[in-house]
């Protein structure tokens, strides 16, 4: 098959589906509202129910709440007339998804669904089914065509399954003021979960704190920008932070100046730097080092001590953007 073609047959998928999309748009209405509010007011947590694709759906839908701040649950329609029913609660909220709304274990199962839920949430195609039928509320998602060519593989009705779960999760989310912070708290692995929860003091060695006195010789701040491999150190004067020397001042120095043996480390210094208190979040940190074009920030205690060396390749280092 010629490539054109190829790109012909993504660009239709995508054109079909979005469609559909749009005409179940402009179909939401009171119903959707009911759903959205007995989820918000359930005094348990949401079980999304589904057989075949649907259950592949429900369970993507589970992650979504789960990572949103509402406890959802997936229960496959077949394992739950084998005893997985039992994880069902009175004061729980059932979504049950079927675009026929008619398979076998869904209409065995619906009635039950009911009875054992504090409320059975359809969301289906069939607004005549048995599904719709045992429902306390309805969410239509009816498709006129599937994006397969024979109009019978799960396409455009999936992903309109998985765009209401989509809208209900972001309406739950507005209506909880659910904020970055609240989902860092359900992803505090990997690259995310460092960007949204990482302080400085997750980064920062506190037992590599290059310093000097004010007073420090030449000689002894080579040394300390060397042995603390930060490219930088700090003037301490009774333990108050003063200032800063960077490789970038001691090259400056070099070039102003030809004999240096009798400058100290006070003359070479850039005074009341840039600090972050330990506790301040890392993508923070970032920030303020970019905004000021500035590799290094100095990090302090409770106590505005000084507890150590921020670099901006540390942070990046950790994935944090």
Known sequence: M???????????????????????????????VSAVNT???AAGKVVIVGVGKSA??????????????????????????HGDLGLLQPEDVVICISKSGNTPEI??????????SSCLIGLTANLKSELAKHSDIVLDVHVTKEACPINLAPT???????????????????????KSDDFAKSHPGGALGKRL??????????????????????????????????????????????GVI??????????????????????IATM?????HKSEKAREALSILRQNSIGQLVVVDDQNHYFGILDIHSILNEGIE
């Open 107 to 116: 209409t065995y199962l619906a009635p039950i669904l009911k009875h054992y």
């Open 272 to 276: 009341s730097p840039k600090t972050i």
């Open 156 to 178: 455009s009705s999936t992903t309109a399954q998985l765009v209401m779960g989509d809208a209900i999760a972001v309406a739950l989310m507005q209506m909880k003021q659910f």
């Open 246 to 267: 960077t490789d970038g001042d001691l090259r400056r120095m070099l070039l102003n100046h030809s004999d240096f043996s009798q400058l100290v480390a006070r003359d």
């Open 2 to 32: 010629e490539d054109s073609k190829l790109i012909q047959i993504a660009q239709n998928v995508f054109r079909e589906e979005i469609q559909e999309l749009s005409s179940i748009a402009e179909r939401i209405n009171d119903s959707f």
């Open 56 to 81: 592949h759906i429900a369970n993507k839908i589970v992650a979504t709440l789960n990572s949103t701040g509402t406890p959802a649950q997936f229960l496959h329609a077949a394992e739950a007339i």
């Open 197 to 242: 929860l990482w302080t400085v003091e997750n980064i920062v060695d506190p037992n590599k704190r290059p310093f000097v006195s004010p007073e420090a010789s030449i000689y002894d701040v080579i040394n300390s920008l060397t042995s603390g491999r930060h490219g930088i150190t700090v003037l301490l004067e009774e333990e108050k932070i003063i």
């Open 39 to 41: 989820i918000y007011n």
